[in-house]
């Protein structure tokens, strides 16, 4: 099969899978720059699982069912409370990598966790723990074959950090740095491109790792893996701006934030009844963003900035301006988004 029928299949389930997240996202409103009221101031490594070799794969059972125990500790041997253990099942049937989460568990205060009800056949065991970069394991479970232990020893991270600054050169403190790995290499094929959006549950879970600018606008962000990020930084009264492919471990990657702008509102219900209390989030938006893989990314990322209601239902959001679009989603109980 040539790359671009490969390509073509993929499209296919991208797009169902694409249609399928919109009409479950629902409705939303977008915000162009020309909605943002001057405030009159001053001037996501793409995680893969390496192909095997071809051969028998260990069929599942039915009348047979795996537990497995382990530990999480740190480069010390202390341990980790409250990490996060992923159970990925691993299928090479079609030739290619794929797995599918079927377990997910947080370590005790002893950095002890236990999965059960798992089927014979291969698994990858993944660790996370902020400020560590994360721990794998690859695991077969084999009918009749003692089932060892997972010890996960996480190492700390790497660092990245730099400056948050104005355009005069004044620093902006308190100002949020955050780091999503880059799901896509910056010379990935299109086959490669799109393999990215079919693990979209995942996507939907990526955090981020934070850190907030002090005093003097210096920010230092912790616990990365050896590989590339996309960076986004938002303050109070400017314009948010983004980084794309920082490599884990760099230095001096400063900001300059233009002066930005205030967007304000009041949440209202069908009715036309003020909402008090409402929560709203605001994301930036790549709507002309002629690039799928982009446009999907763009609403997966958690949301720029967020704010609460007053009883009256007025909202205000300090964050915005510059280039682009932002999409404005309002939630309150009794109502939907």
């Known amino acids: 099969m040539n790359n671009l029928v490969k390509a073509l299949i993929i499209v296919a389930i991208v797009v169902g899978a694409v249609f399928a997240y919109m009409k479950f996202a629902g409705k939303d409103n977008s915000v162009s720059p020309a909605s943002v009221i001057p405030s009159g101031k001053s001037s996501e490594k793409p995680e893969v699982v390496e192909p095997r070799a071809a051969g028998p794969e260990i069929p599942e059972t039915t ?196 002066l930005g702008g205030e967007l304000t509102g009041v949440v209202r219900s069908g009715d036309g009844g003020v909402v008090g209390g409402a929560e709203l989030y605001i994301y930036q938006q790549n709507s002309d963003d002629q690039d799928i893989v982009e446009v999907v990314l763009s609403r997966l990322y958690p949301p720029m900035a967020s704010a609460v209601a007053a009883p009256d239902g007025q909202y205000v959001f300090d964050q915005l301006g510059g280039a682009g679009e932002f999409r404005l989603v309002a939630t309150a109980s009794g109502h939907q988004p």
Not at 80 to 105: C, D, N
Not at 109 to 126: K, M
Not at 162 to 189: H, K, N, Q
Not at 232 to 253: E, F, I, L, M, T
Request: hydrophobic content about 40%; glycine content about 10%.
């Open 63 to 258: 009348d047979h069912e795996f537990a497995i125990a382990g530990t999480v500790v740190d480069d010390s041997g202390a341990a980790l409370e409250g990490a996060r253990i992923f159970a990925y099942a691993v299928s090479h049937s079609t030739g290619q990598p794929e797995r599918k989460l079927v377990g997910e568990k947080k370590s005790s205060s002893e950095g002890s966790f236990d999965f059960a009800g798992l089927r014979a056949g291969p698994y990858l065991f993944i660790a996370r723990y902020p400020g560590f970069q994360e721990g794998r394991i690859e695991r077969t479970l084999v009918v009749g074959q003692e089932t060892q232990a997972l010890a996960f020893r996480l190492v700390s991270g790497l660092t990245i950090s730099g400056r948050v600054m104005s355009v005069s050169g004044d620093p902006i403190p308190g100002a949020t740095v955050s780091a999503f790995l880059e799901r896509v290499r910056e010379d990935a094929t299109l086959v490669e491109r799109l393999q990215v959006l079919i693990d979209l549950e995942k996507l939907q879970s990526e955090e981020g790792i934070a850190a907030v600018a002090d005093s003097q606008g210096y920010y230092e962000i912790q616990g990365l893996e050896d590989t590339n990020y996309r960076l986004r930084c938002v303050g109070k009264g400017h314009a948010p701006a983004a980084r794309r492919y920082v490599r884990a471990g760099s230095r001096d990657v400063d900001f300059v934030l233009e």
